[in-house]
């Protein structure tokens, strides 16, 4: 909950791959009073089966930047191998290059006191994209 001090955050992702949530998805939360200033880890999270972070950390007072970074390889991982499992049988249709492409995301933004940054992660094996959510 942001306050007239502070900035608070939260995120969730959807996977563009299947249409659906990343559930179990871990999710560390970092932030500096400043862009000069070091990064503090403030602790993390992962997502549930509706994709979302409902127990990130507080911002410090004077937070001006936020980074989100997301685990996202051994996600796609545990569906390759969900996938592998069901199509047992089925020609293999990727090259033999890497599962994941991006095997981590970070997301680094600006805040203000006061303000709530809601940050939705849409996600494939081999691209993402972050907006500004409400």
């Known amino acids: 909950m942001s306050t007239s001090t502070t900035a608070s955050v939260s995120t969730h ?3 563009t791959s299947v249409g659906r949530p990343a559930g179990d998805v ?5 932030a500096r009073p400043g862009r000069e200033a070091d990064w503090q880890a403030l602790g993390g999270s992962a997502t ?3 994709g979302r972070c409902k127990d990130l950390p507080a911002l410090p007072e004077g937070t001006t930047h936020v980074r ?3 685990a996202v390889e051994p996600y796609f991982e545990k569906f390759e191998k969900k996938q592998a499992d069901a199509q047992q049988d089925a020609p293999a249709n990727r090259d033999s290059g890497p ?3 991006f095997p981590e995301v970070a997301i680094t933004f600006a805040v203000v006191p006061g303000e709530h940054y809601h940050v939705p992660l849409l996600l494939n094996p081999f691209g993402y994209s972050v907006y500004r959510g409400s």
Do not use: P
């Open 13 to 15: 992702i959807l996977d």
């Open 26 to 30: 871990a999710v560390r939360l970092s």
């Open 68 to 70: 989100l970074d997301f």
């Open 48 to 50: 549930d089966a509706d």
């Open 99 to 101: 599962a994941v492409f």
